[in-house]
Nanobody, 124 residues
Framework: QVQLVESGGGLVQAGDSLRLSCAASGGIFSNYVMGWFRQAPGKDRELVASISRGGSRTLVVDAVKGRFAISRDNDDDSVWLQMNSLKPEDTAVYSC?????????????????WGQGTQVTVSS
């Protein structure tokens, strides 16, 4: 059983930056592909970024490419989402998740463990 706890969300203005953190416990962190997802009100949850077990491969969706970056530290059992040049459309609840999948493109249904989420609100 893996527990995931996110932090770092908040209310910011357009153009600002935030760094989300996700701390894992209760499992072998390096066994899992890690993903960041977001869900805005009235919308489906969507993948934002994912990272391979060792951290050598990453995927960032087109909507945030060039602005967001994902990283991890397996010694620290942590994964981060660096978000720059934030836009109002980035407003959502952001959650980290852990999966035993191999493919970074896999959807939310492939992820077994989820954090509680952290709210990110970007004002214009």
């Amino acid at each position: 059983q893996v527990q995931l706890v996110e932090s770092g969300g908040g209310l910011v203005q357009a153009g600002d930056s935030l760094r989300l953190s996700c701390a894992a416990s209760g499992g072998i962190f390096s066994n899992y592909v890690m993903g960041w997802f977001r869900q805005a009100p009235g919308k489906d949850r969507e993948l934002v970024a994912s990272i391979s077990r060792g951290g050598s491969r990453t995927l960032v969706v087109d909507a945030v490419k060039g602005r967001f970056a994902i990283s991890r530290d397996n010694d620290d059992d942590s994964v981060w989402l660096q978000m720059n040049s934030l836009k109002p459309e980035d407003t959502a609840v952001y959650s980290c998740a852990a999966s035993l999948t191999y493919y970074l493109e896999d959807p939310a249904s492939s992820y077994k463990y989820w954090g509680q989420g952290t709210q990110v609100t970007v004002s214009s």
